[in-house]
């Protein structure tokens, strides 16, 4: 799959641990979740893999042309105990794609299921595939 299509454009996938512009409050590490995209001819679907996510701890912001998704994580250690080895590293998420005048930016839908989140963003109508009929003349 391309890095870029016509309508969204990724930035940076291969960094694991995310930097952004502003410092950030919470004592954690921002992972950048790795995502798969999948065009049809009226809409793209975004989804990334955000592991602890809930639906009450991700926020979606649109500003610009610009979708920020940031995902927040608490570690969970049982009452009563302390970590004392980890091999998994617990962090916050975030990614920031460029949406071009293509999406139908009013119309995005967010869904988020075991820590996959999935984003359908429908193209405008103008931008939608036609097919043309060709009649015999």
Do not use: C, W
């Not at 309508?7 to 502003?22: P, S």
């Not at 793209?44 to 920020?68: N, Y």
């Not at 967010?110 to 931008?127: C, F, I, Q, S, Y």
Request: hydrophobic share 35%.
């Amino acid at each position: 799959m391309s890095e870029e299509t016509n309508e969204i454009q990724i930035n940076d996938t291969e960094k694991q641990v995310a930097e952004t512009e502003a410092e950030r409050t919470r004592d954690q590490p921002a992972f950048v979740p790795r995502v798969d995209i999948y065009e049809t001819d009226d809409a793209i679907t975004v989804v990334a893999d955000m592991p602890g996510v809930t639906e009450d701890s991700v926020d979606i912001v649109l500003e610009k042309g610009v979708l920020t998704i940031n995902g927040y994580v608490d570690p969970e250690v049982p009452e009563g105990y302390s970590l004392a080895h980890a091999e998994y590293r617990i962090g916050d998420f975030v990614r920031s794609f460029s949406l071009s005048n293509e999406i139908d930016q009013s119309a995005i839908e967010a869904t988020l299921k075991d820590g996959v989140l999935r984003l359908k963003m429908n193209k405008v109508t103008e931008a939608q595939t036609k097919k043309i009929a060709v009649k015999a003349g």
